[in-house]
């Protein structure tokens, strides 16, 4: 009798097992084929030059935002003093908007600060803001509109009046009454992005979604007995990726734009230097009155930059899912 209970609990173990195996078989499959997707259109993006250059932008300030600490020659936030040898420290005078040379080479601001540190660590600012925010946004409006497609009817109706909804808000006058009322916070601003960025994504993730539904590919599998997330996981989300990324890529160029807006009329967080927050400080300092360039030239050029290497790479991807537009 004891003998029959442990084969039978072992058959039920055996069966677990197998059943365990073959839905990690099932998640192996599904990442699989999404890199395989992603690996496919990467390739495809590469062969253009000014994507390349603009990828190459990109990492180079990622590469500067991760190494700022041995980059930077002096704290952002912190105070240049000069003076003789031997006159305490609060004797000396700060180096108020001092041009470039071997000490600041950038030249320093109003209040004493190294323009060229600061311009460093603004880097971390901005990515921060541009990756997160779009991150967020890509994956909320990616799993909305592939949800609102795929089930449709009400549940399509009730998610699309919620985006019918947020786009009658203007992105960045509602950003900013956000921000005002949250605090001049920097994860408020990346906050406030996320939650009206996603709108686009899902508008379009979802037109997608009504098409693909309709695939033979998805019928069969509907046929064969595949669950919901199944099919949305196994046969949609794949199909879908090239518009994720493509508005993912666009998203992080106007997160970074948005930032430098918001910190630029005075919302920016106080504690963190960004880029925006730079240009607000030499408005409020009238640096082109006094002819200091150093100040408010440097910050808008790389603001420039990573804005346009953004639209850049989004551009050349949308003409991988788009032909007509070659």
Known sequence: MAQEEQSSRSIYTDIDDAGSDEEINKWQRTFRLWRETLKEHWGLLTDELSVKLSMLVVAGFMLIAIFAPFIATHQPLQRQYQGEAGIIIEDWVEPSLLGADTEYLLGTTAEGFD???QLIYGTRAALLVGLVAAIFT???G???GLVAGYYGGKVDDALMRIVDFLYGMPLLPTVIVLVAVLGPDLWNIILALIVLQWRSTARVIRSQSLS??????VKAAEVAGAGDWHIISRHLAPNVLPMTFLYG???IAWAILAEAGISFIGLGDPNTVSWGTMLQASRAYSALSFGAWWWFVPP???IGLLVISGFLIGRGYEEITNPKLQ
């Open 249 to 251: 890529s666009f998203g």
């Open 115 to 117: 323009i060229f540190s």
């Open 300 to 302: 808008g050029i790389c």
């Open 212 to 217: 693909l539904r309709e695939r033979p590919f």
């Open 138 to 140: 890509a994956g909320i």
């Open 142 to 144: 990616t799993l909305v």
